[in-house]
Protein backbone atom coordinates (compact mmCIF):
# COMPACT_ATOMS: atom_id res chain seq x y z
CA UNK A 1 0.00 0.00 0.00
CA UNK A 2 2.31 2.76 0.64
CA UNK A 3 4.90 1.79 -2.31
CA UNK A 4 2.05 2.59 -4.68
CA UNK A 5 1.58 5.63 -2.42
CA UNK A 6 5.24 7.06 -2.77
CA UNK A 7 5.23 5.82 -6.84
CA UNK A 8 2.03 8.23 -7.22
CA UNK A 9 3.62 10.94 -5.76
CA UNK A 10 6.73 11.14 -7.55
CA UNK A 11 4.48 10.99 -10.98
CA UNK A 12 3.24 14.35 -9.86
CA UNK A 13 6.11 15.81 -8.17
CA UNK A 14 8.63 15.12 -11.23
CA UNK A 15 5.47 16.45 -13.75
CA UNK A 16 6.17 19.87 -11.84
CA UNK A 17 9.62 20.89 -13.17
CA UNK A 18 10.59 24.16 -10.60
CA UNK A 19 10.18 21.91 -8.07
CA UNK A 20 12.66 18.94 -9.43
CA UNK A 21 15.08 22.10 -9.83
CA UNK A 22 14.56 23.08 -6.88
CA UNK A 23 15.50 19.30 -5.59
CA UNK A 24 18.36 19.29 -7.54
CA UNK A 25 19.91 22.39 -6.83
CA UNK A 26 19.09 21.80 -3.03
CA UNK A 27 20.98 18.36 -3.03
CA UNK A 28 23.63 20.58 -4.73
CA UNK A 29 23.46 23.07 -1.80
CA UNK A 30 23.42 19.90 0.40
CA UNK A 31 26.34 18.77 -0.78
CA UNK A 32 28.70 21.77 -1.17
CA UNK A 33 27.64 22.32 2.62
CA UNK A 34 29.59 18.77 3.46
CA UNK A 35 32.29 19.08 1.02
CA UNK A 36 32.94 22.96 1.53
CA UNK A 37 36.53 22.27 3.45
CA UNK A 38 37.36 20.10 0.37
CA UNK A 39 35.83 22.74 -1.93
CA UNK A 40 37.29 26.05 -0.78
CA UNK A 41 40.67 27.12 -2.18
CA UNK A 42 41.91 29.16 0.71
CA UNK A 43 41.22 29.04 4.48
CA UNK A 44 37.95 31.11 5.06
CA UNK A 45 39.68 32.44 8.22
CA UNK A 46 42.87 33.49 6.83
CA UNK A 47 43.21 37.34 6.52
CA UNK A 48 45.93 38.53 4.17
CA UNK A 49 45.42 42.85 4.60
CA UNK A 50 47.60 43.39 1.91
CA UNK A 51 45.04 41.73 -0.20
CA UNK A 52 42.13 43.57 1.38
CA UNK A 53 39.48 44.64 -0.99
CA UNK A 54 40.00 43.01 -4.32
CA UNK A 55 37.11 42.60 -6.85
CA UNK A 56 36.35 39.23 -8.34
CA UNK A 57 39.68 37.64 -10.22
CA UNK A 58 41.20 34.40 -11.10
CA UNK A 59 43.20 34.17 -7.76
CA UNK A 60 40.10 35.03 -5.95
CA UNK A 61 36.49 33.82 -7.32
CA UNK A 62 34.59 36.11 -5.29
CA UNK A 63 37.20 38.96 -4.37
CA UNK A 64 38.17 39.26 -0.49
CA UNK A 65 36.78 41.12 2.28
CA UNK A 66 38.52 43.36 4.40
CA UNK A 67 40.55 41.63 5.74
CA UNK A 68 41.65 39.83 2.77
CA UNK A 69 39.83 36.69 3.40
CA UNK A 70 38.74 35.08 0.58
CA UNK A 71 35.06 35.48 -0.27
CA UNK A 72 34.26 32.18 -1.61
CA UNK A 73 35.59 30.36 0.27
CA UNK A 74 33.57 32.32 2.90
CA UNK A 75 30.73 31.51 1.18
CA UNK A 76 31.11 27.70 0.67
CA UNK A 77 31.68 27.57 4.35
CA UNK A 78 28.86 29.78 5.66
CA UNK A 79 26.25 27.02 3.69
CA UNK A 80 26.97 24.87 6.44
CA UNK A 81 26.02 27.36 9.41
CA UNK A 82 22.93 27.85 6.97
CA UNK A 83 21.78 24.54 6.44
CA UNK A 84 22.67 23.42 9.90
CA UNK A 85 20.64 25.55 11.77
CA UNK A 86 17.60 25.43 8.89
CA UNK A 87 17.53 22.08 9.60
CA UNK A 88 18.27 21.40 13.65
CA UNK A 89 15.94 24.02 13.72
CA UNK A 90 13.04 22.69 11.72
CA UNK A 91 13.61 19.23 13.22
CA UNK A 92 13.20 20.85 17.00
CA UNK A 93 9.85 23.08 15.73
CA UNK A 94 8.47 19.39 14.01
CA UNK A 95 9.21 17.58 17.25
CA UNK A 96 7.31 20.01 19.37
CA UNK A 97 4.94 20.72 16.55
CA UNK A 98 4.00 16.90 16.19
CA UNK A 99 3.33 16.04 20.00
CA UNK A 100 1.34 19.26 20.63
CA UNK A 101 -0.82 18.85 17.62
CA UNK A 102 -1.11 14.58 18.04
CA UNK A 103 -1.91 15.51 21.23
CA UNK A 104 -4.55 17.93 20.74
CA UNK A 105 -6.45 15.92 17.82
CA UNK A 106 -6.38 12.96 19.80
CA UNK A 107 -7.70 13.20 23.22
CA UNK A 108 -10.31 16.26 22.20
CA UNK A 109 -12.23 18.29 24.63
CA UNK A 110 -10.28 20.05 27.20
CA UNK A 111 -7.00 19.58 26.11
CA UNK A 112 -7.39 19.90 22.38
CA UNK A 113 -8.91 23.52 23.78
CA UNK A 114 -6.06 24.25 26.09
CA UNK A 115 -3.49 23.23 23.24
CA UNK A 116 -5.47 25.14 20.86
CA UNK A 117 -5.06 28.20 22.66
CA UNK A 118 -1.79 28.18 23.42
CA UNK A 119 -0.74 27.98 20.08
CA UNK A 120 -3.18 30.56 19.22
CA UNK A 121 -1.41 32.87 21.94
CA UNK A 122 1.99 31.81 20.41
CA UNK A 123 0.99 33.19 16.79
CA UNK A 124 0.15 36.48 17.70
CA UNK A 125 3.78 37.40 18.56
CA UNK A 126 5.86 39.02 15.81
CA UNK A 127 8.24 35.86 15.24
CA UNK A 128 11.07 37.83 14.12
CA UNK A 129 10.75 40.35 16.83
CA UNK A 130 10.84 37.73 19.34
CA UNK A 131 13.53 35.56 17.76
CA UNK A 132 15.52 38.26 18.02
CA UNK A 133 14.69 39.32 21.64
CA UNK A 134 15.34 35.89 23.05
CA UNK A 135 18.68 35.01 21.29
CA UNK A 136 19.43 38.69 22.40
CA UNK A 137 18.84 38.02 26.18
CA UNK A 138 20.15 34.28 26.02
CA UNK A 139 23.00 35.31 24.03
CA UNK A 140 24.02 34.68 19.75
CA UNK A 141 25.37 30.89 19.96
CA UNK A 142 24.51 28.63 17.66
CA UNK A 143 22.99 26.48 19.61
CA UNK A 144 20.20 29.33 20.82
CA UNK A 145 19.54 30.53 17.37
CA UNK A 146 18.60 27.10 16.55
CA UNK A 147 16.71 26.31 19.76
CA UNK A 148 14.98 29.92 19.87
CA UNK A 149 13.62 29.22 15.81
CA UNK A 150 12.62 26.22 16.98
CA UNK A 151 10.25 26.75 19.80
CA UNK A 152 8.98 30.09 17.62
CA UNK A 153 8.30 28.10 14.20
CA UNK A 154 6.45 24.37 15.81
CA UNK A 155 2.48 26.16 15.30
CA UNK A 156 2.13 25.61 12.00
CA UNK A 157 3.21 22.22 11.96
CA UNK A 158 0.96 21.50 15.55
CA UNK A 159 -2.14 22.72 13.76
CA UNK A 160 -1.79 20.35 10.48
CA UNK A 161 -1.01 17.51 12.74
CA UNK A 162 -4.05 17.83 14.93
CA UNK A 163 -6.26 18.39 11.75
CA UNK A 164 -4.84 15.11 10.16
CA UNK A 165 -5.88 13.09 13.75
CA UNK A 166 -8.95 14.65 13.84
CA UNK A 167 -9.90 13.50 10.87
CA UNK A 168 -8.09 10.00 11.15
CA UNK A 169 -9.02 9.43 14.30
CA UNK A 170 -12.42 8.45 13.30
CA UNK A 171 -11.48 6.06 10.61
CA UNK A 172 -12.03 1.84 11.02
CA UNK A 173 -8.41 1.08 11.40
CA UNK A 174 -8.61 3.32 14.06
CA UNK A 175 -11.53 1.73 15.57
CA UNK A 176 -10.21 -1.55 14.81
CA UNK A 177 -7.38 -0.78 16.89
CA UNK A 178 -8.99 0.25 19.75
CA UNK A 179 -11.37 -2.72 20.19
CA UNK A 180 -8.39 -4.82 19.56
CA UNK A 181 -6.87 -3.40 23.20
CA UNK A 182 -3.95 -1.43 21.65
CA UNK A 183 -2.79 1.16 23.73
CA UNK A 184 -3.74 4.68 22.89
CA UNK A 185 0.37 5.72 22.39
CA UNK A 186 0.90 2.72 20.27
CA UNK A 187 -2.24 3.66 18.28
CA UNK A 188 -0.87 7.04 18.07
CA UNK A 189 2.29 6.15 17.04
CA UNK A 190 2.35 3.18 14.95
CA UNK A 191 -0.78 3.38 13.31
CA UNK A 192 -2.23 7.13 13.07
CA UNK A 193 0.91 8.77 12.98
CA UNK A 194 2.36 7.44 9.95
CA UNK A 195 -0.73 8.77 7.84
CA UNK A 196 -0.66 11.93 9.03
CA UNK A 197 3.13 12.61 8.58
CA UNK A 198 2.16 13.80 4.10
CA UNK A 199 1.34 17.40 5.67
CA UNK A 200 4.27 17.73 8.08
CA UNK A 201 6.95 17.17 4.86
CA UNK A 202 5.72 20.53 3.33
CA UNK A 203 5.97 22.68 6.25
CA UNK A 204 9.22 21.26 7.53
CA UNK A 205 10.59 22.14 4.40
CA UNK A 206 9.32 25.11 3.79
CA UNK A 207 10.02 26.18 7.67
CA UNK A 208 13.57 25.45 6.77
CA UNK A 209 13.10 28.15 4.00
CA UNK A 210 11.98 30.79 6.82
CA UNK A 211 14.71 29.51 9.17
CA UNK A 212 17.33 30.09 6.84
CA UNK A 213 15.82 33.56 6.45
CA UNK A 214 15.36 34.02 9.92
CA UNK A 215 19.28 33.60 10.52
CA UNK A 216 20.18 35.12 7.87
CA UNK A 217 18.36 38.45 9.44
CA UNK A 218 19.81 37.72 12.89
CA UNK A 219 23.31 37.69 11.58
CA UNK A 220 22.54 40.95 9.63
CA UNK A 221 21.37 42.76 12.63
CA UNK A 222 24.56 41.33 14.97
CA UNK A 223 22.74 38.49 16.73
CA UNK A 224 23.11 35.83 14.53
CA UNK A 225 26.55 33.61 14.31
CA UNK A 226 29.56 35.91 15.62
CA UNK A 227 32.75 36.93 13.47
CA UNK A 228 34.79 35.54 12.49
CA UNK A 229 33.20 32.33 11.38
CA UNK A 230 31.08 32.99 8.22
CA UNK A 231 27.62 33.29 7.67
CA UNK A 232 26.16 34.36 4.27
CA UNK A 233 24.36 37.06 6.95
CA UNK A 234 27.34 38.46 8.89
CA UNK A 235 29.22 38.49 5.79
CA UNK A 236 26.73 41.32 4.29
CA UNK A 237 26.54 42.92 7.48
CA UNK A 238 30.84 43.47 7.31
CA UNK A 239 30.53 44.60 3.91
CA UNK A 240 27.86 46.91 4.73
CA UNK A 241 30.72 50.09 4.92
CA UNK A 242 32.10 49.29 1.92
CA UNK A 243 28.87 49.17 -0.64
CA UNK A 244 29.46 51.35 -2.47
CA UNK A 245 32.98 50.15 -3.31
CA UNK A 246 33.16 46.44 -2.71
CA UNK A 247 29.80 45.32 -4.34
CA UNK A 248 30.85 42.00 -4.27
CA UNK A 249 30.32 41.71 -0.72
CA UNK A 250 26.76 42.54 -0.68
CA UNK A 251 25.70 40.49 -3.96
CA UNK A 252 27.15 37.41 -3.39
CA UNK A 253 25.65 36.78 0.07
CA UNK A 254 22.28 37.56 -0.78
CA UNK A 255 22.45 35.94 -4.01
CA UNK A 256 23.62 32.78 -1.95
CA UNK A 257 20.62 33.02 0.31
CA UNK A 258 18.04 33.64 -2.33
CA UNK A 259 19.45 30.37 -4.29
CA UNK A 260 19.42 28.29 -1.13
CA UNK A 261 15.84 29.75 0.32
CA UNK A 262 14.41 29.29 -3.51
CA UNK A 263 14.89 25.75 -3.75
CA UNK A 264 13.61 24.86 -0.38
CA UNK A 265 10.74 26.98 -0.99
CA UNK A 266 10.33 25.53 -4.73
CA UNK A 267 10.49 21.90 -3.15
CA UNK A 268 7.81 22.46 -0.61
CA UNK A 269 5.40 23.72 -3.03
CA UNK A 270 6.23 20.98 -4.92
CA UNK A 271 5.40 18.32 -2.04
CA UNK A 272 2.38 20.58 -1.43
CA UNK A 273 0.97 20.40 -5.03
CA UNK A 274 1.53 16.76 -5.43
CA UNK A 275 -0.01 15.95 -1.68
CA UNK A 276 -3.01 17.54 -2.40
CA UNK A 277 -5.43 15.16 -3.81
CA UNK A 278 -7.94 18.18 -4.56
CA UNK A 279 -5.34 19.55 -7.12
CA UNK A 280 -4.97 15.70 -9.00
CA UNK A 281 -7.58 16.18 -11.39
CA UNK A 282 -6.58 19.35 -13.37
CA UNK A 283 -3.39 17.76 -14.74
CA UNK B 1 -9.75 35.80 23.40
CA UNK B 2 -9.45 37.57 26.94
CA UNK B 3 -7.38 34.19 27.86
CA UNK B 4 -5.32 34.70 24.65
CA UNK B 5 -4.46 38.31 25.99
CA UNK B 6 -3.84 37.07 29.19
CA UNK B 7 -1.43 34.11 27.89
CA UNK B 8 0.56 36.60 26.00
CA UNK B 9 1.33 39.16 28.61
CA UNK B 10 2.50 36.30 30.50
CA UNK B 11 4.81 34.29 28.32
CA UNK B 12 5.79 38.44 27.36
CA UNK B 13 7.13 38.99 31.07
CA UNK B 14 8.31 35.22 31.46
CA UNK B 15 10.28 35.61 28.46
CA UNK B 16 12.31 38.55 29.27
CA UNK B 17 12.75 38.60 33.11
CA UNK B 18 13.21 34.86 33.46
CA UNK B 19 15.14 33.68 30.60
CA UNK B 20 18.35 32.71 31.31
CA UNK B 21 21.25 35.15 31.45
CA UNK B 22 18.62 38.01 31.71
CA UNK B 23 18.30 41.05 32.55
CA UNK B 24 16.91 43.04 35.55
CA UNK B 25 20.04 41.59 37.11
CA UNK B 26 22.51 42.33 34.82
CA UNK B 27 21.60 45.94 34.41
CA UNK B 28 22.71 46.52 37.86
CA UNK B 29 26.32 47.46 38.68
CA UNK B 30 27.58 44.98 40.36
CA UNK B 31 30.38 47.42 42.46
CA UNK B 32 27.39 49.64 43.50
CA UNK B 33 27.02 49.91 47.24
CA UNK B 34 24.74 48.00 48.98
CA UNK B 35 22.49 50.96 49.49
CA UNK B 36 21.93 51.42 45.53
CA UNK B 37 21.51 48.14 44.56
CA UNK B 38 19.21 47.68 47.34
CA UNK B 39 17.39 50.92 46.21
CA UNK B 40 17.49 49.82 42.44
CA UNK B 41 15.51 46.45 43.67
CA UNK B 42 13.11 48.54 45.03
CA UNK B 43 12.46 50.69 42.27
CA UNK B 44 11.76 47.68 39.65
CA UNK B 45 9.75 45.43 42.56
CA UNK B 46 12.94 43.13 42.41
CA UNK B 47 12.14 42.31 45.97
CA UNK B 48 8.81 40.92 45.73
CA UNK B 49 7.71 37.51 45.34
CA UNK B 50 7.02 36.51 41.33
CA UNK B 51 3.71 36.51 41.07
CA UNK B 52 3.66 40.24 42.38
CA UNK B 53 6.15 41.44 40.19
CA UNK B 54 3.94 40.13 36.90
CA UNK B 55 1.10 41.71 38.35
CA UNK B 56 2.79 45.19 38.92
CA UNK B 57 4.31 45.31 35.76
CA UNK B 58 1.11 44.63 34.21
CA UNK B 59 -0.01 47.99 36.24
CA UNK B 60 3.02 49.61 35.34
CA UNK B 61 2.21 48.97 31.73
CA UNK B 62 -1.33 50.03 31.64
CA UNK B 63 -0.91 52.92 33.67
CA UNK B 64 1.80 54.74 31.94
CA UNK B 65 4.57 54.57 34.48
CA UNK B 66 6.63 51.92 33.17
CA UNK B 67 10.13 53.57 32.58
CA UNK B 68 12.74 52.99 30.06
CA UNK B 69 16.28 51.79 31.19
CA UNK B 70 18.27 53.88 28.96
CA UNK B 71 16.81 57.28 29.45
CA UNK B 72 14.18 56.99 31.89
CA UNK B 73 11.55 58.02 30.00
CA UNK B 74 7.85 56.34 29.99
CA UNK B 75 8.18 54.14 27.46
CA UNK B 76 4.66 54.21 26.52
CA UNK B 77 5.60 58.18 25.39
CA UNK B 78 8.58 56.88 23.18
CA UNK B 79 6.20 54.63 21.67
CA UNK B 80 3.59 57.33 20.60
CA UNK B 81 6.42 59.41 18.66
CA UNK B 82 7.33 56.77 16.42
CA UNK B 83 4.33 54.67 16.21
CA UNK B 84 2.50 56.95 13.44
CA UNK B 85 6.01 57.09 11.39
CA UNK B 86 5.98 53.09 11.46
CA UNK B 87 1.75 52.93 10.71
CA UNK B 88 2.35 55.09 7.79
CA UNK B 89 5.11 53.35 6.06
CA UNK B 90 2.71 49.83 6.71
CA UNK B 91 0.09 51.82 5.50
CA UNK B 92 1.50 52.66 2.17
CA UNK B 93 3.59 49.27 1.89
CA UNK B 94 -0.08 47.30 2.70
CA UNK B 95 -1.47 49.82 -0.23
CA UNK B 96 0.94 48.99 -2.80
CA UNK B 97 0.94 45.37 -1.84
CA UNK B 98 -2.60 44.91 -2.48
CA UNK B 99 -2.91 46.79 -5.35
CA UNK B 100 -0.54 44.97 -7.35
CA UNK B 101 -0.94 41.54 -5.19
CA UNK B 102 -4.14 41.02 -6.80
CA UNK B 103 -4.30 41.64 -10.08
CA UNK B 104 -1.03 40.12 -10.92
CA UNK B 105 -2.91 36.75 -8.95
CA UNK B 106 -5.87 37.42 -11.39
CA UNK B 107 -3.39 38.20 -14.25
CA UNK B 108 -1.92 34.83 -13.34
CA UNK B 109 -5.04 32.93 -13.11
CA UNK B 110 -6.31 33.96 -16.85
CA UNK B 111 -3.54 32.70 -18.42
CA UNK B 112 -2.87 29.72 -16.31
CA UNK B 113 0.05 27.56 -17.50
CA UNK B 114 0.89 30.40 -20.24
CA UNK B 115 4.33 31.48 -20.40
CA UNK B 116 3.28 35.03 -18.40
CA UNK B 117 1.80 32.80 -15.23
CA UNK B 118 5.35 30.38 -15.41
CA UNK B 119 7.16 33.72 -15.19
CA UNK B 120 5.20 35.45 -12.62
CA UNK B 121 5.01 32.35 -10.79
CA UNK B 122 9.19 32.21 -10.93
CA UNK B 123 9.23 35.95 -9.88
CA UNK B 124 6.57 34.84 -7.02
CA UNK B 125 8.83 32.80 -5.67
CA UNK B 126 11.85 34.92 -6.30
CA UNK B 127 10.14 37.50 -4.15
CA UNK B 128 9.45 35.63 -1.65
CA UNK B 129 13.08 33.70 -1.31
CA UNK B 130 14.90 36.97 -1.42
CA UNK B 131 16.14 38.46 1.96
CA UNK B 132 14.77 41.63 2.59
CA UNK B 133 18.09 43.15 3.47
CA UNK B 134 19.91 42.00 0.50
CA UNK B 135 17.14 43.83 -1.65
CA UNK B 136 17.25 47.40 0.14
CA UNK B 137 20.93 47.20 -0.38
CA UNK B 138 20.28 47.11 -4.19
CA UNK B 139 17.86 49.57 -4.49
CA UNK B 140 19.79 51.43 -2.63
CA UNK B 141 22.99 51.23 -4.63
CA UNK B 142 20.72 51.39 -7.74
CA UNK B 143 18.86 54.69 -6.97
CA UNK B 144 22.34 56.10 -5.67
CA UNK B 145 24.37 55.04 -8.43
CA UNK B 146 20.97 56.41 -10.68
CA UNK B 147 20.10 59.32 -9.26
CA UNK B 148 22.76 60.41 -6.40
CA UNK B 149 19.60 61.21 -4.22
CA UNK B 150 20.16 60.63 -0.46
CA UNK B 151 17.91 57.91 0.38
CA UNK B 152 18.35 57.74 4.42
CA UNK B 153 15.58 58.84 6.92
CA UNK B 154 12.41 60.56 6.78
CA UNK B 155 13.45 63.82 5.16
CA UNK B 156 16.84 65.00 3.49
CA UNK B 157 18.83 67.47 5.81
CA UNK B 158 18.42 71.01 4.30
CA UNK B 159 14.87 71.50 3.90
CA UNK B 160 13.75 74.49 5.50
CA UNK B 161 14.45 76.47 1.71
CA UNK B 162 11.98 73.93 0.46
CA UNK B 163 8.73 74.96 -0.76
CA UNK B 164 5.67 72.96 0.54
CA UNK B 165 5.44 71.02 -2.76
CA UNK B 166 9.06 69.71 -2.63
CA UNK B 167 8.24 69.04 0.85
CA UNK B 168 5.60 66.96 0.29
CA UNK B 169 7.63 65.21 -2.69
CA UNK B 170 10.58 64.79 -0.52
CA UNK B 171 8.80 63.21 2.50
CA UNK B 172 6.95 60.69 -0.42
CA UNK B 173 10.31 60.28 -1.76
CA UNK B 174 11.64 59.06 1.29
CA UNK B 175 8.81 56.46 1.73
CA UNK B 176 8.79 54.91 -1.54
CA UNK B 177 11.86 52.58 -1.42
CA UNK B 178 11.27 51.04 1.91
CA UNK B 179 7.65 50.56 1.49
CA UNK B 180 8.46 49.03 -1.75
CA UNK B 181 10.54 46.49 -0.40
CA UNK B 182 8.57 45.97 2.63
CA UNK B 183 5.99 45.31 -0.22
CA UNK B 184 7.70 42.62 -2.60
CA UNK B 185 7.62 39.83 -0.37
CA UNK B 186 3.78 40.23 0.68
CA UNK B 187 2.76 41.18 -2.99
CA UNK B 188 4.80 37.65 -3.95
CA UNK B 189 2.73 35.65 -1.23
CA UNK B 190 -0.16 36.87 -2.11
CA UNK B 191 -0.16 37.12 -5.85
CA UNK B 192 0.39 33.01 -5.54
CA UNK B 193 -2.48 32.98 -3.01
CA UNK B 194 -4.88 35.16 -5.11
CA UNK B 195 -4.31 32.72 -7.97
CA UNK B 196 -4.99 29.60 -6.76
CA UNK B 197 -8.33 30.98 -4.93
CA UNK B 198 -9.12 32.31 -8.57
CA UNK B 199 -8.26 28.58 -9.90
CA UNK B 200 -10.27 27.10 -7.71
CA UNK B 201 -13.22 29.73 -7.71
CA UNK B 202 -13.11 29.27 -12.05
CA UNK B 203 -13.81 26.00 -11.98
CA UNK B 204 -17.01 25.96 -10.40
CA UNK B 205 -20.61 25.96 -11.74
CA UNK B 206 -21.28 29.91 -11.32
CA UNK B 207 -19.08 30.99 -13.15
CA UNK B 208 -19.73 28.26 -16.02
CA UNK B 209 -23.30 29.44 -16.00
CA UNK B 210 -22.58 33.01 -15.66
CA UNK B 211 -20.04 32.54 -18.85
CA UNK B 212 -23.17 30.52 -20.53
CA UNK B 213 -25.21 33.61 -19.99
CA UNK B 214 -23.36 35.31 -22.19
CA UNK B 215 -21.46 37.48 -19.50
CA UNK B 216 -18.53 39.27 -20.72
CA UNK B 217 -15.14 37.81 -19.84
CA UNK B 218 -14.26 40.90 -17.56
CA UNK B 219 -17.10 41.13 -15.82
CA UNK B 220 -17.19 37.34 -15.27
CA UNK B 221 -13.76 37.50 -13.49
CA UNK B 222 -14.20 40.91 -11.61
CA UNK B 223 -17.89 40.70 -10.36
CA UNK B 224 -18.51 37.16 -10.17
CA UNK B 225 -15.26 35.42 -9.41
CA UNK B 226 -13.32 37.89 -7.47
CA UNK B 227 -15.23 38.55 -5.03
CA UNK B 228 -15.67 35.08 -3.41
CA UNK B 229 -11.70 34.42 -4.54
CA UNK B 230 -11.35 37.28 -2.24
CA UNK B 231 -12.57 35.52 0.80
CA UNK B 232 -9.60 33.45 1.94
CA UNK B 233 -7.37 36.51 1.19
CA UNK B 234 -9.44 38.41 4.58
CA UNK B 235 -8.09 35.94 6.49
CA UNK B 236 -4.83 37.05 5.81
CA UNK B 237 -5.33 40.15 6.50
CA UNK B 238 -4.86 39.32 9.73
CA UNK B 239 -1.87 37.72 9.65
CA UNK B 240 -0.35 40.79 7.80
CA UNK B 241 0.29 42.86 11.30
CA UNK B 242 2.92 40.80 12.63
CA UNK B 243 4.93 40.26 9.80
CA UNK B 244 5.10 44.18 9.31
CA UNK B 245 6.20 45.11 12.53
CA UNK B 246 8.82 42.11 11.49
CA UNK B 247 9.97 43.08 8.64
CA UNK B 248 9.99 47.03 9.63
CA UNK B 249 12.97 46.19 12.01
CA UNK B 250 15.28 45.71 9.45
CA UNK B 251 13.66 48.23 7.01
CA UNK B 252 13.42 50.59 9.60
CA UNK B 253 17.19 49.92 10.53
CA UNK B 254 18.58 49.98 7.37
CA UNK B 255 16.68 53.28 5.99
CA UNK B 256 16.92 55.05 9.32
CA UNK B 257 13.15 55.15 9.06
CA UNK B 258 12.76 56.76 12.97
CA UNK B 259 9.98 54.15 13.75
CA UNK B 260 8.74 51.37 16.27
CA UNK B 261 11.04 48.42 14.79
CA UNK B 262 13.81 50.77 14.94
CA UNK B 263 12.73 51.75 18.38
CA UNK B 264 12.47 47.63 19.45
CA UNK B 265 15.98 47.16 17.52
CA UNK B 266 17.57 49.88 19.67
CA UNK B 267 16.16 48.85 22.57
CA UNK B 268 17.30 45.08 21.85
CA UNK B 269 20.66 46.33 21.72
CA UNK B 270 20.91 48.84 25.20
CA UNK B 271 19.40 45.66 26.55
CA UNK B 272 16.37 48.31 27.37
CA UNK B 273 14.12 45.41 28.59
CA UNK B 274 10.64 47.80 29.74
CA UNK B 275 10.31 49.12 25.88
CA UNK B 276 11.05 45.47 24.34
CA UNK B 277 8.45 43.76 26.68
CA UNK B 278 5.88 46.81 25.69
CA UNK B 279 6.73 46.56 22.10
CA UNK B 280 6.26 43.00 22.02
CA UNK B 281 3.00 43.00 24.04
CA UNK B 282 1.59 45.44 22.05
CA UNK B 283 2.23 44.00 18.87
CA UNK B 284 1.11 40.50 19.71
CA UNK B 285 -2.38 42.30 21.44
CA UNK B 286 -2.74 44.01 17.62
CA UNK B 287 -2.25 40.81 15.85
CA UNK B 288 -5.22 39.44 18.46
CA UNK B 289 -7.86 42.10 17.58
CA UNK B 290 -6.38 42.14 13.58
CA UNK B 291 -7.61 38.09 13.50
CA UNK B 292 -10.20 38.85 15.60
CA UNK B 293 -11.63 41.77 13.07
CA UNK B 294 -10.59 39.55 10.25
CA UNK B 295 -12.70 36.68 11.28
CA UNK B 296 -15.81 39.56 11.55
CA UNK B 297 -15.32 40.60 7.79
CA UNK B 298 -15.45 37.16 7.01
CA UNK B 299 -18.74 36.52 8.47
CA UNK B 300 -19.42 39.19 7.02
CA UNK B 301 -18.35 38.95 3.50
CA UNK B 302 -19.71 34.79 3.58
CA UNK B 303 -22.92 34.48 4.73
CA UNK B 304 -22.41 30.83 5.19
CA UNK B 305 -20.13 30.82 8.13
CA UNK B 306 -22.38 33.40 9.96
CA UNK B 307 -23.99 31.00 12.67
CA UNK B 308 -21.69 29.05 13.99
Given amino acids: ?283 | MLITLVGISIISWVVITQAPGSPIALTMDPKASPKVIEQMMKNYDLDKPIYQQYFLWLKKLFTGRLYSFKDGRPVLEKIEERIWNTLLLNLVATIITFSLAIPLGIFSARRQYSFLDHLGTFGAYLGISAPTFWLAYLLILGTVELFGYPVLGMRSFVTEDFTTTELVLDRIWHLMLPSIILAIHSIAGISRYTRSSMLEVIRQDYVRTARAKGIPEEEVYYKHALRNALLPIITIFGFLIPDLIGGAIIMETIFAWPGIGRLSYQAVLARDYPVVMTILTISAVLTLIGNFIADLLYGIADPRIRYR
Fill in chain 1, 1 to 283: MEKQQSKVFWRYFKKNRLAVGGLILGILIFLIAIFAGLLSPYDPGKTDVSLKLKPPSARNLLGTDQLGRDVFSRMLHGSRISLTVGFIAVGISIFIGIFVGATAGYYSSWMDSLLMRFVDTMLCFPSFFLILTVVAIMGPSLINIMVVIGITSWMGTARFVRAEFLSLRERDFVQAARSLGVKDLRIIFRHILPNALAPVFVTATLSVASAILVEAGLSFLGFGVQPPAPSWGNILTEGRTYIFDAWWLTIFPGLAILITVLSFNLVGEGLRDALDPRLRGRR
